[in-house]
């Protein structure tokens, strides 16, 4: 996978390339339909983004946002056929540069593009300055090409995008983020030890914390989650919240993985969000919150042998 963290000295094979680019979290029908529109026969197709993202850099103190980690995205935009992912680093240098700029310093000069895609509300240069059109300006000036993709439409023909896919998390629908998605929405990171208490009452949980990832509306959902990189996906139940009945704590994501009995501290875990049971909800007692954790056990079994 060619990665490269920045715009700055690239070597000769990383320049010319046909790019696609926008900020890609999620990569939604959206996303792909833009990176369709890099693709030419005369030159490689890369992709550009912006890390972090101009939003974390805006406003550093907004809930977490991000659909895809980093490297789950590039692995992502790698897949459908990119040769190369520039993660442009964006700092102040870079928000201060107006439109003409960023096109002259970064496409230009930098990337030494041949062809730039992007969606029809790309905004881009010092306070949004730079729209699409601009962009088909500025490149005749800079001597590349510029293709500008129209609305695609999701879902109950919604536009495709990461806000509306968010907005699905955040309301405990992850089967309508995943039809704006493609796939199940996936969280991901190192399992860690929590209290270990599950152990003392049958579920045994693999605990990771999604950090920089968007947290979707607490709760019990049916899941499928492997180790990653293993390719075998396992049913399971998981909990997402700060639970309420022995005592809060930041929000983690807690897996039960169905008939799976291995120390996994330390391993990288993927878990899939298939469809929301219930609210995290305060019990009476550690033996009801038990007696629902069977019922909540049997629910996602039927749910997920069902789907297959």
């Not at 790309?122 to 800079?142: H, I, V």
């Not at 033996?287 to 996602?300: F, L, N």
């Amino acid at each position: 996978m060619a990665v490269h963290a920045d715009y700055r000295n690239l070597p000769a094979s990383a320049r010319g390339y046909s790019v696609a680019l926008g900020n890609f979290d999620g990569v939604h029908p959206g996303h792909r339909a833009v990176i369709d529109a890099a693709r030419v026969e005369a030159h490689p197709l890369g992709v550009a983004t912006f890390e972090p993202p101009p939003r974390a850099f805006f406003r550093p103190n907004d809930p977490p946002f991000r659909l895809y980690r980093p490297a789950r995205r590039n692995a992502r935009l790698i897949g459908l056929g990119a040769k190369a992912v520039f993660e442009l680093p964006f700092n102040g240098q870079m928000a201060s540069m107006t439109d003409e700029e960023f096109c002259r310093h970064v496409l230009h000069e930098g990337l030494g593009v041949s062809h730039v895609a992007v969606g029809f509300d790309f905004r881009f240069g010092r306070g949004r300055m730079g729209d699409a059109d601009r962009l088909s300006s500025l490149g005749r000036s800079f001597g590349f090409d510029v293709t500008v993709v129209e609305k695609v439409e999701g879902p109950e023909a919604i536009k495709a995008s990461s806000t509306a896919i968010r907005e699905a998390l955040i309301a405990g629908e992850p089967q309508r983020a995943a039809e704006m998605l493609g796939h199940d929405w996936i969280a991901d990171g190192h399992v860690e030890k929590g209290e270990q208490r599950g152990r003392t009452i049958g579920f045994p949980t693999a605990n990771i914390r999604l950090g920089s990832l968007i947290h979707p509306r607490h709760g019990v959902y049916a899941v499928r989650a492997r180790i990653a990189g293993t390719g075998d996906w396992l049913d399971g139940v998981a909990n997402f919240g700060r639970t309420p009945t022995t005592g809060l704590r930041d929000p983690l994501l807690e897996t039960y993985i169905f008939d799976f009995d291995r120390d996994i501290y330390g391993q990288y875990l993927e878990v899939a969000l298939v469809r929301f049971q219930r609210p995290e909800a305060h019990f009476p007692s550690l033996d009801d919150m038990v007696e629902q954790m069977h019922r909540d056990k049997e629910e996602a079994r039927r749910h997920l042998s069902a789907g297959r």
